[in-house]
């Protein structure tokens, strides 16, 4: 199938399926829902995507992956546009980068003693905001460097996911996701067109049900509004489907999930 905008495809396998003893949870959560209510989400999916050798011997159908391969190819893009947040409020223009300054801090003892390294970078997810280019250079020169540069998404990049790479950044990743989670939760009621003014957004839970996330989503893709369910009840839900094989199927894996999307 290709992406199919009435169609919720719900996750029954891997860690986001069970619960803490194990068993299988009663309410699933959507493959558009997980990279939303969680910041390990969109590595989770795209793991599955981007590494079949470490799936084997879970296959998914080529249908459903298609399906998967466009949403988790949108989230990761997040067209969503913001404001910028320069000084003072002067700047009109569309940000384009998260810019999150640091600073270079000892370790906390008991982290050295476990191995971590002596210093590490302190994120200052206080002091971040949503920068144009202009206005992210003289943040850069400001910080004298001290800087890191993102383009707004909810891909995090490997030195804040990767295990080895993390130690020598202390983040908190959690609050960094919530302050994405909040731009993606606008389009419940804004256009994909609008400009997101995030000084304007209140500090209130952005609640991502999986007909929250699939409106999210179709919007991100620019569904027509004549193509879109008119509410909850005429949405389709179906279990994505996935089969465990003792036959070694990495060939089969590697066709799969590298064919390209078509539309």
């Known amino acids: 199938m290709v992406y199919d905008p009435s169609t ?3 996750m029954n396998f891997g860690r ?12 699933l959560p959507s493959i558009t829902q997980i990279p939303l209510i969680c910041y ?4 989770y999916v795209n793991r599955y995507l981007s590494n079949p050798e470490e799936t084997n011997p879970i296959v998914i159908e080529p249908d ?4 998967i391969q466009i949403v988790a190819g949108v989230l990761g893009k997040f067209p969503v ?3 910028c947040e320069g000084e003072g409020d002067g700047c009109d223009k569309q940000a384009k980068h998260l810019i999150l300054p640091y600073s270079i801090d000892r370790n906390a003892d008991e982290k050295i003693m476990s191995g971590g390294p002596v210093w590490i970078n302190q994120i200052h997810l206080v ?8 206005c992210a250079d003289e943040k850069k020169y400001e910080k004298e460097n001290k800087v890191i540069e993102l383009d707004i998404s909810l891909r995090l990049p490997d030195f804040f996911t990767d295990f080895k790479q993390r130690r020598e950044w202390n983040l908190d990743r959690i609050g960094l996701h919530k302050k994405l989670k909040k731009i993606a939760y606008q389009l419940t009621t804004k256009g994909i067109d609008d400009v ?3 000084r304007t957004i209140r500090d209130e839970k952005a609640v991502m049900t999986r007909y929250t996330s699939k409106k999210i989503v179709n919007k991100m893709l620019r569904i027509p509004e004549d193509q879109l369910p008119k509410n909850n009840k005429e949405f389709k839900i179906k279990r994505l489907k996935w ?4 036959v070694d199927k990495r060939g089969q894996l590697f066709i799969d999930f590298h064919a390209p999307p078509s539309h």
Do not use: P
């Open 243 to 246: 089969s465990r094989s003792d």
């Open 16 to 27: 986001y399926a069970k619960d803490k003893e194990g068993n299988m949870k009663r309410y």
């Open 81 to 83: 546009k913001v404001k």
């Open 8 to 10: 919720i495809i719900l």
């Open 196 to 198: 997101i003014d995030t």
């Open 127 to 134: 002091d971040s905001s949503f920068y144009c280019g202009d």
């Open 64 to 67: 459903d992956l298609e399906h």
């Open 40 to 43: 390990k989400g969109f590595s």
